[in-house]
Structure formats: C-alpha cells, structure tokens
C-alpha cells in the first residue's frame, strides 16, 4: 500500500497549524496569523481572510457542519467567525464576513471544534479550560453555558464526537477527558491515563454502534481507548485497548480516524503513518511516508473528501498544505518502509 502526494499548495509564510474541510472548501489556520479558503476541487485559493483581525497566531480552524460558517481559534485569546456572503455555494466572488469575535479565555486558544449538530462550539486554552458555546441558527450569536475547569494544565485540542454529543479533550497533563452533558450542565465522564507525555490531538472512531478514540502524545505513541460502560456513579468506564505499532521516534502532534476504520498520524519526526486494525485490538502499519514536509515538522492531518475521493490533507511547519493519495491496492512500497528502530 503505497501514499504517493498528489498536490503541495504554498499557502503561508510560517508553520500551518490547522486543517478543515467541508463540501470540498479547506480552510487553514497559521501562524502568520491568516486564514485561507481553498477551493480543494481545483487547488484554488478563494479567499484569505483579514488578518488584522487577529494579533497573533491562528491556532485552529473549524468548519461549522453543514454550513459555510467557520470558527478560528487564536494565540491572541479569542475566536473568530466568519461566513461566506451571498447563497450560492460557488461561483466567483467567493468572500467570507466577519461574524462575530469571542472573548472569555484568559489565555492562547489552541483549538475550536464544533459538535455534530452544529449546536454547540467547544474551545480550549494554554488557561487550562474547555468552553462550551452554544450558538443561534446563523452562528452570530453565542452564549457560554459552561466552563470545564478539571484539567491541571494547558489544554491542547477538542473533537467531538461524529453523532453523539460527546466531547474529547487532550491536554499537557497527559490526560485524554471525556465529556458530556448532564442536568442542564456538562461534566467528566472519564479521564483516559496511559500516556507518558502531552496528549496533542484525539479522534473518535467514526461508529454508530461501537465507542473508541484514538489519542496522540510527546511519547510517541497512537493509543487506541475504548469504551465499555457506565459504572454506579455514572462515570463511563474506558480501556487502553491497543497502542499501536512503534513507528515515530519523536512527539506525535495529530491524528485522525477516517471513516473506513484506518487512522493517520504525523508529528515532529515528519513522517505520515497509517495504521490499519487486523482485527479488534490488534493494529498494523498500512503504509508510512518519510519527511512529508521535507526537513519540517508536520503539525497536522486530516482526512479529507474532495470531489467524492477521501485523501489526506497534512500542514507543516514549512507553510505548506499536502494532498495525499493513499493507493491501497498497491504494495509497490511494501519493501521500501522501515520502521524506527
């Protein structure tokens, strides 16, 4: 199985932090304090939003579902949102507005992320806390219905979950939590232990019947949890199931679960690594690419459709945004991967 890059776009003049995409718009977020719209299906730069918005780095990007809404989530401590004008989803003049800006971290925004439904916008920051915002129908307004205050240090990235209102944090506590909401308020459900370092980014498997997340650290490790019940107190119950092969010798700094079932991972070593599970609990390395940004770290990656294929989409440090194409009817590289000693 063999991962050959399809299109390097030079989008910006400092490291790409984040990714998104949705009805084949990417959006991307950097430290050169821009946000970009790619048209995916053409390699086509659309729009670049107004970077004096905000004054330092654009840490994460986040596309409302079924929307042309987007939320970006900044070092200078506050969110952006923004729309794209006029009704037509494409033609021309393609230009996102300012929506609305939101305040209340004390510190750097490290992510955003939006639940399934569109309802409710998660945050996090270097302040410790997760904020839940729940937002009107045209993402202009925004109420903070809870502050989740439970980890004991800087909160690196949430993700919710693909159907149910469930929201993952991870943090530089090497903690992994689980929240939900309960009597009109949200807690921690469970607190997932196991990792020897920063836990960077967390992606639920994408299952209607069956609970897991996959889970990234400074350790180096992909760990696979998974859910198992909810015991007398009502706190759920969860397991380390698998960690996956060893293949990256330094910090792994995002993952992502695709919807056939395989995860991807990239971090400060440069490669892009996918895992496949044989069978439950049990994983392999499907294929692996070796300095994806060149000499750069590679700070994200996403699983992406465009034009009905999925891809994977990675960000460097380089200010480059990578489209990969993952031939698994190929063994053509089979020989050529090498594993970290």
Same mark, same amino acid.
């Given at each position: 199985?063999?991962?050959?890059?399809?299109?390097?776009?030079?989008?910006?003049?400092?490291?790409?932090?984040?990714?998104?995409?949705?009805?084949?718009?990417?959006?991307?977020?950097?430290?050169?304090?821009?946000?970009?719209?790619? *048209?995916?299906?053409?390699?086509k730069? #659309?729009?670049?939003?107004?970077?004096?918005?905000?004054?330092?780095?654009?840490?994460?990007?986040?596309?409302?579902?079924?929307?042309?809404?987007?939320?970006?989530?900044?070092?200078?401590?506050?969110?952006?949102?923004?729309?794209?004008?006029?009704?037509?989803?494409?033609?021309?003049?393609?230009?996102?507005?300012?929506?609305?800006?939101?305040?209340? !971290?004390?510190? =750097?925004?490290?992510?955003?992320?939006?639940?399934?439904?569109?309802?409710? #916008?998660?945050?996090?920051?270097?302040?410790?806390?997760?904020w839940?915002? =729940? &937002?009107?129908?045209?993402?202009?307004?925004?109420?903070?219905?809870?502050?989740?205050?439970?980890?004991?240090?800087?909160?690196? %990235?949430?993700?919710? !979950?693909?159907?149910?209102? #469930?929201?993952?944090?991870?943090?530089?506590?090497?903690?992994?939590?689980?929240?939900?909401?309960? *009597?009109?308020?949200?807690? &921690?459900?469970?607190?997932l232990?196991? !990792?020897?370092?920063?836990?960077?980014?967390? *992606?639920?498997?994408?299952?209607?019947?069956?609970?897991?997340i996959?889970?990234?650290?400074?350790?180096?490790?992909?760990?696979?949890?998974?859910?198992?019940?909810?015991?007398?107190?009502?706190q759920?119950?969860?397991?380390?199931?698998?960690?996956?092969? &060893?293949?990256?010798?330094?910090?792994?700094?995002?993952?992502?679960?695709?919807?056939?079932? &395989?995860?991807?991972?990239?971090?400060?070593?440069?490669?892009? $690594?996918?895992?496949?599970?044989?069978?439950?609990?049990?994983?392999?390395?499907?294929?692996?690419?070796?300095?994806?940004?060149?000499? %750069?770290?590679?700070?994200? $990656?996403?699983?992406?459709?465009?034009?009905?294929?999925?891809?994977l989409?990675t960000?460097?440090?380089?200010?480059?945004?990578?489209?990969?194409?993952? *031939?698994?009817?190929?063994?053509?590289?089979?020989?050529?991967?090498?594993? %970290?000693?």
């Amino acid at each position: 199985m063999s991962i050959s890059l399809i299109k390097s776009l030079k989008l910006h003049r400092d490291k790409v932090w984040s990714i998104d995409c949705s009805k084949g718009m990417l959006a991307t977020g950097s430290t050169d304090r821009s946000v970009k719209i790619i *048209d995916a299906s053409q390699y086509k730069l #659309l729009d670049e939003l107004d970077n004096t918005v905000h004054k330092k780095a654009v840490r994460s990007v986040a596309w409302r579902p079924n929307s042309f809404v987007l939320a970006a989530g900044s070092f200078d401590s506050t969110i952006s949102i923004w729309t794209k004008e006029g009704e037509e989803e494409m033609d021309n003049s393609w230009e996102m507005e300012l929506l609305a800006i939101i305040e209340g !971290h004390e510190n =750097e925004v490290k992510s955003v992320a939006w639940s399934h439904d569109g309802a409710y #916008l998660a945050s996090c920051s270097r302040d410790k806390s997760v904020w839940i915002w =729940e &937002s009107d129908e045209m993402g202009e307004e925004y109420e903070c219905i809870s502050v989740l205050q439970e980890h004991s240090q800087d909160v690196k %990235h949430v993700v919710w !979950h693909p159907f149910l209102q #469930l929201l993952a944090s991870s943090s530089y506590d090497d903690t992994i939590r689980i929240w939900r909401e309960y *009597d009109d308020d949200w807690e &921690s459900a469970a607190v997932l232990n196991g !990792h020897e370092g920063t836990v960077w980014s967390s *992606d639920f498997e994408k299952s209607e019947t069956r609970l897991r997340i996959c889970s990234g650290s400074d350790d180096a490790r992909v760990k696979i949890w998974r859910y198992l019940r909810d015991d007398e107190e009502e706190q759920q119950e969860w397991i380390c199931e698998a960690t996956m092969p &060893s293949v990256h010798s330094r910090a792994i700094y995002s993952v992502s679960w695709n919807e056939d079932g &395989s995860v991807a991972s990239v971090g400060s070593d440069g490669k892009l $690594v996918i895992y496949q599970e044989a069978q439950q609990g049990e994983w392999e390395i499907a294929a692996q690419q070796e300095l994806c940004h060149g000499v %750069h770290e590679v700070n994200v $990656v996403k699983w992406v459709k465009i034009n009905d294929k999925t891809m994977l989409a990675t960000g460097g440090d380089d200010g480059y945004i990578n489209l990969w194409n993952w *031939d698994q009817s190929s063994n053509s590289n089979k020989n050529d991967q090498k594993q %970290h000693d």
